[in-house]
């Protein structure tokens, strides 16, 4: 059964840092573009950061910009996001995405682009 699964997620105090991990189930990442989306409640699920196949493209969003670092490890077949100075704000549910059989050197910020999802990881900063 094909799965994604997030890990990494909990409660962190403000400025603090996690790394979340995306880990497929019964398939390779190898030839996929990765994405990372959160969605707060009452929110729209946003893109946060994408990563290509090749490794070589990675895009954010301006929120993130700065804090968060999107990497893989095909070797692994992991793909992580670390999150550092964390704020309120980045409390949400965080997914993990895959657009299968994607291009070499192009990344994806929307939701629509993507193929197969993971069921979310809840990280909430919080003093």
């Known amino acids: 059964q094909l799965q994604l699964v997030e890990s990494g997620g909990g409660l962190i105090s403000p400025g603090g840092s996690l790394r979340l991990t995306c880990s497929p189930s019964?398939?390779?990442?190898?030839?996929?573009?990765i994405g990372w989306f959160r969605q707060a409640p009452g929110k729209e699920r946003e893109g946060l950061s994408c990563?290509?196949?090749?490794?070589?493209?990675?895009n954010y969003t301006d929120s993130v910009k700065g804090r968060f670092a999107i990497s893989r490890d095909n070797a692994k077949n992991l793909v992580y996001l670390q999150m550092n100075s964390l704020k309120p704000e980045d409390t949400a549910i965080y997914y993990c995405?895959?657009?299968?059989?994607?291009?070499?050197?192009?990344?994806?910020?929307?939701?629509?682009?993507?193929?197969?999802w993971g069921q979310g990881a809840q990280v909430t900063v919080s003093s």
């Open positions: 995405a895959v657009r299968w059989r994607a291009p070499q050197e192009i990344c994806f910020m929307h939701r629509n682009q993507y193929d197969f």
């Open positions: 019964a398939f390779t990442l190898r030839n996929s573009a």
């Open positions: 990563i290509s196949t090749s490794g070589n493209i990675t």
